[in-house]
Structure formats: structure tokens, C-alpha cells
């Protein structure tokens, strides 16, 4: 038990980033040997087979827990760190080391895709505890509930998830992937009645595109959706997205990207710590990038959820507050 609690349990991803978790980590392994942190390096084989080795670490021991992977395997651990039984999630200390395709969540806490600066972050052990949300949904006739570290996305933002996750299947690899099918499909996509209530007060009820609800900033492969968030406030961040003319929104496409979405008069800005969501018909959510069910969907946050591993920069902006 002792020694697996001054271990990191290393959660590789192989197939993250285009197959970049299984190339690069012995270029990783190697940056974590000389910054001479021990390491139990385990590879994931399936779906949610990163949050089923959370749940065993924690079982035998591990309170360190490294990702090698991207927004998808995060959200599995954090997830399976609320599914464990042995200690409260907060107990145990996440670090990232990203090699996904959007590497959203490493944005918001000033945490570099370079590995060596990644790893130092690592030894360095700059912590913070961030909030955590959680959405219920409604999958093949039940109710289900996921936990959120990132950003989760309902309407336009999902079907873009649901095409992109067919791409990844047929070997697709670009970095622009993302935004190229967020090009192609908006002229597929339709607008859905969307009614919004936010800590119990009715906010939105009209035709709407897409809304953003999250902890963090980014998703998307660097778009900032929630330039707004505060990751420990104990609040829920939501951009809401009227429908828009094509035109509109290209000559505007950088506001998506620097930080000024709310510059863009389509674009709601709404905080609140419980949010419900109902659509006539049904649309879907996906979160941390993970497609999931549709509405009627519930979401709630849990504040300063889970101990991450920040930059030293980030740290230093935010240790006070903590």
C-alpha cells in the first residue's frame, strides 16, 4: 500500500492523438525517468477501460494517477474517481500529459504540450482543486449520469462529435478535422426549440443552434466556447448560440478562437450552478468530446471536485484563491 501511494499509476492511452500514446511514450517514459518519478505504466485496450484502471488503482493503493492521453481518457478517470468507493475523489492527485488531438482541458490550467515541460509540471506538483460538473441524460429510455472535467455541448456542438467520431473510425488523423467538419456540417444542421432554466429561472425558450455548459474554457481544438470560466467557482459557465447565417459567423470565425465569442450578438453568456435543458425534438450532448444521450438534460457542479496537477504559472495566479 505504501509504495503504491509514492507511485504515479500511468494511464496510457495508445490510440490517443492519432496513435501518438503508443509512438511517443517511450520519448515520455524517458522524461519521467530522469525527472526520477516513479511510475506504473498500464495501457488501455478498450472504451472506458481507462476509468475501469482508476477504480483498481485507487482499490490497491495508488493516490497519483498520470493520463497519457487526450480530453476523452481524462474524462474517463475523473470519472472512474467517482466511482471508486476507497477515498473521496479529491484524495487523489491527477496529472495530464497530453498527446490527444485537442488537448482542450490543458489549455485552461497553463499545462504545455511539450512533454518535457509537461513532466516538469509533474515533479514540480503544483496542485488545484477544480470544480467538477455532472449532467444527467436520457440514453435508450434511462436515466444516466456522467461526470464533466471540461466542456460539455448540446445541439450543433454534438453533431459535430457524432461526425467526427465516424472519421476517427475510418482512420482520419488531421488536426483540422474538427474544424473542417464544423464547416461541412453546418449547412446539414437544423436549429431545435430549446427551452433553458437556470437555477430554477426559465432563461431561454426559442429556436437555438448550439449551447456550450462547462468548467473550462476550451473545446474543440482550441476554441474557447466559455472564455468566461472560473474552473473553482463553484458555477456552471453557458454560451448559447442562436441561430446564425453562415456569413455571420465566418466573418467572425476568430471571436470563437481569442476569446471574444460574446462580441458576436447570436451569443448568449448565462452562470449558474444548476441547469436544466428540454428540446421539442430531441437533441444530443456530448461531453469532454464523448457523445452520450439526449434531452431532457440536468447538470450540476460539484465544487473543488478533484486535485489536478497545474503550470507553474497558472499556479502561482491562483494558489490565493485556493
Partial sequence: MESSANKWFTIVNPVAGGGRGLDHF????????????????????????????????????????????????LHEVVNGLFIQQEVRPDKVLVAV???????????????????????????????????????????????????????????????????????????????WRYTWRLVRSYFGYKSTGVKVWVDGKLIYNDLLFSVAIGICKYNGGGMQPLPEAVADDGMLDLSLIRPIHFWHILFRFRYLFNGGIYRIRHVLQARGSRIRIESSPEVSVEVDGELLGETPLEFSVLHKAVRIVVGADFYKAHAGNQ
Fill in 26 to 73: 517511450p520519448q515520455i517514459s524517458k522524461h519521467l525517468r530522469d525527472a526520477h518519478i516513479l511510475c506504473e505504466p498500464v495501457f488501455t485496450e478498450h472504451k472506458f477501460h481507462a476509468t475501469e484502471l482508476t477504480v483498481t488503482a485507487v482499490r490497491e493503493g495508488y493516490r497519483r494517477i498520470i493520463v497519457v492521453g487526450g480530453d476523452g481518457t
Fill in 97 to 175: 500529459i497530453a498527446v490527444g488531438t485537442g488537448n482542450d482541458w490543458v489549455r485552461t490550467f497553463g499545462i504545455s504540450n511539450r512533454y518535457y515541460d509537461a513532466v516538469e509540471a509533474i515533479r514540480e506538483e503544483h496542485s488545484f482543486l477544480q470544480d467538477v460538473g455532472v449532467v444527467s441524460y436520457e440514453e435508450a429510455q434511462y436515466r444516466q449520469c456522467r461526470y464533466i472535467a471540461n466542456v460539455a455541448g448540446a445541439g450543433f456542438d454534438a453533431h459535430v462529435i457524432r461526425k467526427l467520431t465516424h472519421l476517427k473510425k475510418k482512420g482520419h488523423k488531421s488536426h
